[in-house]
């Protein structure tokens, strides 16, 4: 089991920018894909981006594709969000999982969870 805490979320303006961190610790760091997903309130969770093992390759949802990006830092065990031109939209619960696959989209193609950040977009 991988066990990821995230940090990095709070409050920003609209068109401001956050970057989330999601540090991993348990099983090997590079034997899995990332996620990031998020949760609005009254809504269900929804997919952001992947990252596959080797960080050579990246999938974004259509809602943050040109303003987010996500990265990973093997050797620190770490995946990052970056995110820019944040809208009020894009408020919500960020989580980190870990997969098999950076192919994979829905919730439950993911084991491991971290506990979420609270990212909010207001002015």
């Known amino acids: 089991q991988v066990q990821l805490a995230e940090s990095g979320g709070g409050l920003v303006q609209p068109g401001g920018s956050l970057r989330l961190s999601c540090a991993a610790s348990?099983?090997?760091?590079?034997?899995?894909?990332r996620a990031w997903f998020r949760q609005a309130p009254g809504k269900e969770r929804e997919f952001v981006a992947t990252?596959?093992?080797?960080?050579?390759?990246?999938y974004y949802a259509d809602s943050v594709k040109g303003r987010f990006t996500i990265s990973r830092d093997n050797a620190k065990n770490t995946v990052y969000l970056q995110m820019n031109s944040l809208k009020p939209e894009d408020t919500a619960v960020y989580y980190c999982?870990?997969?098999?696959?950076?192919?994979?989209?829905?919730?439950?193609?993911?084991?491991?969870w971290g506990q979420g950040t609270q990212v909010t977009v207001s002015s």
């Open positions: 999982a870990s997969g098999p696959s950076a192919l994979q989209q829905r919730p439950r193609d993911y084991g491991s």
């Open positions: 348990g099983r090997t760091f590079t034997n899995y894909a």
């Open positions: 990252i596959q093992r080797s960080g050579l390759r990246s």
